[in-house]
Structures are given as structure tokens and as C-alpha cells.
């Protein structure tokens, strides 16, 4: 039965303790009991998509467990596969407020509020696992794309606040950039975002001062590397390369 | 305009968008649709090619910009373009084309007024796998006028055909033997440049 419950490696000492107390404490262990079946009971009833009984059953969970991180995600799954996405949402920032180093759960959110197109929001979130996580590429990619968004809505509405479009691109270009660092200039993605950001930018700021025009070296050296990437393990893709970065008027 | 085109649509085109999404499902998918005009018919559209796109944030724009750069100069030699999109919504009881999916449309339209979205039925693809299917998986939303993107074959007049006849006997067989193990997006090229968004080995 434990197993069910708890999924997690880093709860096999929980489990461990828990076998003890089984053995020692006949009350924890009805109490135990009680809670699992009930749990177990409200699992079933969200599976069978019965929503309102599952929900009193885990509101009733909550009641007695109010740190009980199985349950409150269970309440996000459900608001989620009955397609409350707001409810989903609200439910994630409460749950996140308790538990604020669940990094999956910030993905969820930022993924979430991606779907709704508040990239603002999103862009958050993966500002909040960047910070927690220095070392991995995989946030710094999204936030970069979350960023770059923001922009293509300015596009779209049509406001002209090109400022705020271009302090975005300009910071999904860094964690692209950042990304390419970590990852030794191997993320195609990156590569690609380095590439997609500088047009953009450029393309924003043209008639504008000199000196606020970018380098072009970093970009330059993103095409030469997507370049040397696809003649090696794409090379049937690299015609079609070639011209899309002569367009965009990174290569010569 | 969009209310008058047929579309007629290749069987490799049809496969290869049900085989991505039933790769990916517990997620939406989404990929561009290829094709041209046909030449003696202006009024049809002939959807030739799909090509899978992505298996995850749909709302995120860089790949896709990337894609139809890609896709637009791969085919463009051969007399195709971007005629469309194509999506799958991550959730089975989601029959409801998105605003993300329609975003995309409203993009392919600017370059081809005669754009279609084809948004997969989950209850016709829940009954195709139990063989019992014999229409097309898909609903076809075309834009008119009033920029708003609209259901067609709603009042019965038969706007999207298949080209060949049984192409569900055909989908059935590919996915009977897993085919779509072997389905590659635009989203996996990114992370893997080495596997082909082009899938040209996938029907042998």
C-alpha cells in the first residue's frame, strides 16, 4: 500500500519510519490506514471522473493534512483534466506559496499560463526556477522563448512600445546566450534563439542610433556553429540552412 | 471565399498528423500543413504534406517561426507552401479549436487566403481504433470573411475529401504495427538535429 502513496525516492526513509511505527503503534496504524483508504477512495473517484465526490473526499484530506503535497496536486490534476485552467492555476500558487521549491509544479504553472498566453506570468515562473536552479538549460531555454513573446504580442497589438519589446528580446537573447554557455554551444535551440532574437532586434532598432545597434559577433558565431552542426549530423538540411541564415542576413 | 474551397487531402498528409498525435497523447500536438492549389481547379486546395511540429507549449513562437522558414524553402522549390495547420487538443472531452491554433491560422492566412486548420476528433479517433470509423478524424475550419475561423461540413456539403480510397484501412494498419514510434517533429530536429522533421522514411 505504501507504494502507492509514496512515489518519491526521497521518501523511502518516510516509508522506513513508517514500517517501524506500523509494527510498534496499532493507532497510527488504523489512523495510517483510514487516511490511505480514503485517499485510495478519492483517487478512484477522480479517475472515474466522478469530480464533485473526489473533491469533498480530498478537501476532507486536506482538512487533517494540510501539507500533504500528493493531495493538493491531485486538486491541480483535476481542475486540469476538467479543463478549469484558472482554478488549476490558483490552486498552484496556493500549493506553490507551502512548497516553494517543487520545481515540476513551477514548470506546471509557467506551461499552464503559456497555454492561457499570459506570458508574463510564465516568464516568471521560470524566472523563479532559474534562480533556484542556476545550472540547468533546459529553464533558461523556456524563459528565453517566454520573453521573446512578449515582443511578437507588442507585434501583433500593434502598441508602440518598442522599448519593452526590446528590453524582452534583448533578455532572451542573454539566456539564450547563457544556454549556449552551458551547454557548449551544442543546443540547436539556443542557437537558433541567438539567431531569431538578433533579427528581431535589429530589425526593431533600424533607423535608430548607431550605437545601440548589436554586435553581430555573437550571432555570427551562433550561424558559423548551427552551420558546422548540420553539415555533421544534417547535412540534407543544410541547403535549406544555408539560405534561411543568408537571409536573415547572418552569414554572407 | 474560404466557404466555396474544397480541400483534398493526401493520404501521407492525413497518416502522418494522427500518427504524431497518438505518439504524443497526454499532450497537444500540433504541426504545418503543405500543399498548393491545384492547377485546373483553383478552387481546390491540395493538402500534400504534413509536417509534424511540436509535442508541447504550443504558444511558444520561436520554433514556429523556424519551421515555416524551413518548411517554406524546403517546398518552395517544388511549387508547394504552407497552405495550413493542423492541432490535436491535449485533452480527450476538448473539442473546441483554441486561441493558440487559431493564432497560427490567422498568421498562415496573411501568405494563403485559402487556409484551412484541421483539428482532430477524439471521438472519431477513439472509434477508428476500435475499427468501427469510417469517416476522416479530423474537422476541417476554414476563415471567412469575418475573420472568424469556422467548422465546416456543417451543413452537410462534403468540403474536405480524402485522396484514394481507405485511407483509414491504411491508418489502422500503420498503427497496429507502432508506426508512430517513429514519427519525428520539428520540436524533436531542435533537440536532436541529427532525426529529419521530414519523416522521409517513415512509409517503407
Redesign the interface.
Known amino acids: 500500500m505504501h507504494r502507492i502513496v509514496l512515489k518519491d525516492k526521497s521518501n523511502l526513509l518516510v516509508t522506513n519510519f513508517m514500517s517501524i511505527l506500523l509494527k510498534f503503534s496499532p493507532n497510527f496504524k488504523r489512523a495510517l490506514q483510514q487516511r490511505m483508504e480514503t485517499q485510495l477512495e478519492a483517487m478512484l473517484l477522480e479517475a472515474k471522473g466522478a469530480w464533485a465526490d473526489a473533491e469533498k473526499a480530498y478537501a476532507c484530506l486536506l482538512e487533517d493534512n494540510p501539507l500533504d503535497q500528493v493531495v493538493h496536486k491531485r486538486k491541480v490534476a483535476m481542475a486540469k483534466?476538467q479543463?478549469n485552467l484558472s482554478a488549476a492555476v490558483d490552486f498552484l500558487n496556493k500549493y506553490l506559496e507551502i512548497f516553494m521549491a517543487d520545481h515540476d509544479a513551477w514548470r506546471e504553472l509557467a506551461?499552464i499560463y503559456?497555454?492561457l498566453?499570459m506570458?508574463k506570468q510564465a516568464a516568471f515562473c521560470y524566472e523563479e526556477l532559474i534562480l533556484s536552479q542556476l545550472t540547468v538549460p533546459l529553464y533558461h531555454l523556456?524563459y528565453a522563448?517566454?520573453s521573446?513573446?512578449l515582443l511578437?504580442s507588442a507585434h501583433?497589438l500593434k502598441v508602440l512600445y518598442t522599448m519593452g519589446g526590446l528590453e524582452n528580446l534583448q533578455a532572451a537573447k542573454k539566456y539564450y546566450a547563457a544556454t549556449i554557455n552551458l551547454t557548449g554551444g551544442k543546443n540547436?535551440?539556443a542557437l537558433?534563439?541567438v539567431c531569431?532574437c538578433s533579427v528581431a532586434i535589429n530589425q526593431l532598432i533600424k533607423g535608430r542610433n548607431k550605437e545601440e545597434k548589436e554586435s553581430s559577433e555573437l550571432q555570427s558565431l551562433a550561424a558559423e556553429a548551427l552551420l558546422k552542426?548540420?553539415k555533421h549530423?544534417?547535412p540534407?538540411?543544410l541547403p535549406?540552412?544555408t539560405?534561411?541564415l543568408k537571409?536573415m542576413k547572418l552569414i554572407s | 471565399m474560404g466557404a466555396e474551397c474544397r480541400y483534398e487531402v493526401a493520404q501521407a498528409a492525413y497518416i502522418k498528423l494522427v500518427l504524431h498525435a497518438l505518439k504524443h497523447r497526454a499532450s497537444?500536438v500540433g504541426g504545418l500543413l503543405v500543399g498548393r492549389l491545384f492547377e485546373d481547379n483553383a478552387s481546390t486546395v491540395q493538402i500534400a504534406d504534413a509536417i509534424p511540429l511540436t509535442h508541447?507549449?504550443?504558444?511558444?513562437?520561436?520554433?514556429l517561426?523556424?519551421a515555416l522558414?524551413?518548411v517554406e524553402?524546403?517546398f518552395g522549390a517544388e511549387g508547394f507552401s504552407v497552405v495550413g495547420y493542423y492541432h490535436a487538443n491535449e485533452?480527450y472531452?476538448?473539442a473546441e479549436l483554441g486561441?493558440?491554433a487559431k493564432?497560427i491560422g490567422d498568421h498562415i492566412f496573411r501568405y494563403f487566403p485559402r487556409a484551412a486548420l484541421l483539428l482532430l476528433d477524439n471521438n472519431r479517433l477513439e472509434e477508428l481504433l476500435k475499427g468501427k470509423e469510417r469517416d476522416l478524424v479530423v474537422q476541417l475550419y476554414t476563415r471567412d470573411s469575418s475573420k472568424s475561423w469556422h467548422q465546416a461540413g456543417s451543413d452537410g456539403s462534403s468540403q474536405l475529401t480524402m485522396k484514394g480510397p481507405s485511407a483509414n484501412v491504411l491508418l489502422l494498419d500503420y498503427i497496429s504495427s507502432e508506426k508512430w514510434q517513429n514519427i519525428v517533429d520539428f520540436d524533436d530536429?531542435?533537440?536532436d538535429?541529427?532525426k529529419?522533421w521530414l519523416n522521409p522514411n517513415l512509409f517503407e
Open positions: 483534466a479543463g506551461e503559456v497555454s498566453q506570458y523556456a522563448e517566454a521573446g513573446l511578437t501583433i540547436a535551440r537558433y534563439g531569431l552542426d548540420y549530423k544534417s540534407g538540411k535549406v540552412l539560405t534561411m537571409n | 497537444p508541447s507549449q504550443i504558444g511558444l513562437l520561436p520554433s517561426e523556424l522558414i524551413q524553402e524546403h485533452r472531452d476538448d486561441n493558440a493564432k530536429h531542435l533537440d538535429i541529427s529529419d
